[in-house]
């Protein structure tokens, strides 16, 4: 398998409103904050608090201009199950590629993940889910395989490919 990220397709909406838009979700779990996509926060029609924060990545601060929003809630593409998103900021674009959202035809190739199937969305990664939202984290099943074969981790918004 190339080199996955852990990517799943949500939908995500602002509480108590239309639209639900269909968008990758990345799971960062090195990350204590979440954002969404300047993009996505347009096409729901949300808007945020201007404000200004100070990121440490790989131990440097980083300031940056951004918007606070409030009320995001993100959805499995079925939409049985819903997860609060707590604050979560804007940002340009998340720091992942859509070359690195796992493929159906590279998830079949492994027999212990045969029962996974991966829609594909014509959608942009337009939320990163930090380790701020344990609910979204949450394994209800874990599919492994041999030794340096990739696994997988259902959870309440779909399965997470590792």
Request: hydrophobic share 40%; aromatic share 8%.
């Amino acid at each position: 398998m190339s080199c996955a990220m852990a990517i799943i397709p949500v939908r995500v909406k602002l509480k108590n409103k239309a639209p639900c838009v269909e968008t990758y979700a990345f799971f960062d779990s090195g990350s204590s904050v979440s954002f969404c996509t300047e993009n996505l926060l347009h096409k729901l029609g949300g808007n945020g608090k201007r404000m200004q924060i100070t990121l440490n990545t790989m131990g440097e601060p980083y300031k940056m201009t951004t918007y606070a929003v409030s009320g995001l809630q993100v959805l499995d593409l079925e939409m049985n199950d819903v997860v609060e998103l707590p604050r979560v900021y804007t940002k340009d674009e998340m720091p992942v590629s859509v070359d690195h959202i796992p493929k159906q035809e590279e998830i079949s190739k492994w027999s212990h993940l045969s029962g996974i199937k991966w829609p594909n969305l014509d959608a942009s990664i337009g939320l990163m889910i930090g380790n701020n939202v344990p609910d979204a984290y949450t394994p209800f099943e874990v599919a492994t395989g041999p030794s340096g074969s990739p696994h997988a981790t259902r959870t309440r918004l779909g399965w997470i490919i590792w």
